[in-house]
């Protein structure tokens, strides 16, 4: 199972924002076998722009056409403010033995039969309004991190605002 988390890189690809060697360390990750303690997204956003409260998760979809069987699982990203000032998406702890259990009956289901085990994994939250005017010239920039003691690395580096939006199909953001 492959990380499906591409979307906005994906999407914007046809722009310089998106980082190369980001993109092939994302292609690396095995995510059946990542500790969700390690796994953690950060975004550089504008003064202008931050995240909706409770609106940020990680989805983790599995199916087996063999069997029927199906596994879906929804997970709170908890967000913080670093001494950087991004802000850090990580799977809230509560959720942590939750997930690796997910991730553990997933792994048996490829182990009895590969071809008929696929899945996802996507990354979602809401964005808001901070400031009274967006300057859709402003840059964002979307980092990941695989290890817990790990250094940050970049997806998407300085997009502008209006790229963004552009992608999501978003005309306007809603005050937070």
Not at 54 to 65: D, L, M, V
Not at 72 to 80: F, K, P, Q
Not at 95 to 114: F, G, P, S, V
Request: hydrophobic share 40%; proline share 4%.
């Amino acid at each position: 199972m492959k990380p499906q988390i591409l979307g906005l890189a994906l999407l914007l690809s046809a722009c310089s924002a998106v980082v190369p060697s980001g993109i092939a360390k994302l292609y690396q990750l095995t995510p059946l076998e990542s500790d969700p303690a390690d796994l953690a997204v950060a975004l550089d956003l504008p003064e202008s722009v931050r995240i909706k409260p409770g609106t940020a998760q990680i989805s983790f979809n599995a199916k087996r056409s063999d069997t029927g069987q199906s596994s879906d699982g929804a997970y709170e990203l908890e967000h913080r403010q670093d001494a950087n000032g991004l802000t850090i998406l990580a799977v809230a702890q509560e959720d942590q033995a939750t997930l690796r259990a997910q991730q553990a009956m997933i792994r048996d289901w490829e182990a009895e039969n590969e071809e008929a085990t696929s899945g996802s994994i996507s990354v979602g939250f809401e964005g808001c309004k901070a400031t009274e005017e967006l300057d859709l010239q402003d840059q964002v920039s979307v980092l990941l991190r695989t290890q817990e003691d790990g250094r940050f690395f970049h997806l998407i580096r300085d997009a502008p605002l209006s790229d963004v939006l552009q992608v999501f199909e978003l005309e306007k953001i809603e005050d937070c």
